[in-house]
T-cell receptor, first 110, second 112 residues
C-alpha cells in the first residue's frame, strides 16, 4: 500500500463549480499535512497547510480527518487558472522528510 | 525573490555516462533534497541533506550519490547512467522542520 494515495483524476469541471479531492495516508502517526499545486511543466509549490481544525484560504478549504486518515481539499467557484495537479503531502514523523502523493489532475473548462 | 536554481533544464546522456546535476539555493536553508518525478508515481525522494557534508538516503537511492560541500549547493551524481534513470529531477530546499519546500524548475534527463 502506498504511503499517500490520491485519485489521479482527471477531474473535468466547468468554471464556477465546486470540486473536492481526497487523499488517504497509511501512517497513523503522521504529524503534518499539506497541499501543493503543480502547474503543467512547472515545479510544485505549497498551496496550504492542513490543520486539525480545518482551515480556509479564500476559495480553498482543507480538512483533516485523523480517525479515517484522510485529507481533503475543497475548491469553490473554480477558475480556469485553478487547472493544475494537486499534490497531497504528508510528514510521517517529526522531521523534514515529506511524502508526496502522485497527484490529482484538475481541469477547469469554460 | 527566493530561488532554487538547477543547472540544466534538459540533458540527453548515453547509457554508462556519468551525470552531474547541480542545485543552488539562495535562502540559507539547512535542508536540501533531490526528488525524481515520474508519471503515476509522483515525487520520490532520492537523497536529502540537513547540513553541510551530511546526507541521508531517501526512498530510492540506488544508482545515485550526492555531495554537499557548501550550504547553498547540493549535487546529484549518477555514476553510470541507465535508461531507467530517464526522469524529471527536482531539487528542493527548506528550513528545518517546516513543510514548505521550495523547488527548482527541474532537470529533465533522458538516457539513451
Amino acid at each position: 500500500r502506498k504511503e499517500v494515495e490520491q485519485d489521479p483524476g482527471p477531474f473535468n469541471v466547468p468554471e464556477g463549480a465546486t470540486v473536492a479531492f481526497n487523499c488517504t495516508y497509511s501512517n497513523s502517526a503522521s504529524q503534518s499535512f499539506f497541499w501543493y499545486r503543480q502547474d503543467c511543466r512547472k515545479e510544485p509549490k505549497l498551496l496550504m497547510s492542513v490543520y486539525s481544525s480545518g482551515n480556509e484560504d479564500g476559495r480553498f478549504t482543507a480538512q483533516l480527518n485523523r480517525a479515517s486518515q484522510y485529507i481533503s481539499l475543497l475548491i469553490r467557484d473554480s477558475k480556469l487558472s485553478d487547472s493544475a495537479t494537486y499534490l497531497c503531502v504528508v510528514n510521517p514523523q517529526h522531521g523534514n522528510k515529506l511524502v508526496f502523493g502522485a497527484g490529482t489532475i484538475l481541469r477547469v473548462k469554460s | 525573490d527566493v530561488k532554487v536554481t538547477q543547472s540544466s533544464r534538459y540533458l540527453v546522456k548515453r547509457t554508462g555516462e556519468k551525470v552531474f546535476l547541480e542545485c543552488v539555493q539562495d535562502m540559507d536553508h539547512e535542508n536540501m533534497f533531490w526528488y525524481r518525478q515520474d508519471p503515476g508515481l509522483g515525487l520520490r525522494l532520492i537523497y536529502f541533506s540537513y547540513d553541510v557534508k551530511m546526507k541521508e538516503k531517501g526512498d530510492i537511492p540506488e544508482g545515485y550519490s550526492v555531495s554537499r560541500e557548501k550550504k547553498e549547493r547540493f549535487s546529484l551524481i549518477l555514476e553510470s547512467a541507465s535508461t531507467n534513470q530517464t526522469s524529471m529531477y527536482l531539487c528542493a530546499s527548506s528550513q528545518q522542520n517546516t513543510g514548505e519546500l521550495f523547488f527548482g524548475e527541474g532537470s529533465r534527463l533522458t538516457v539513451l
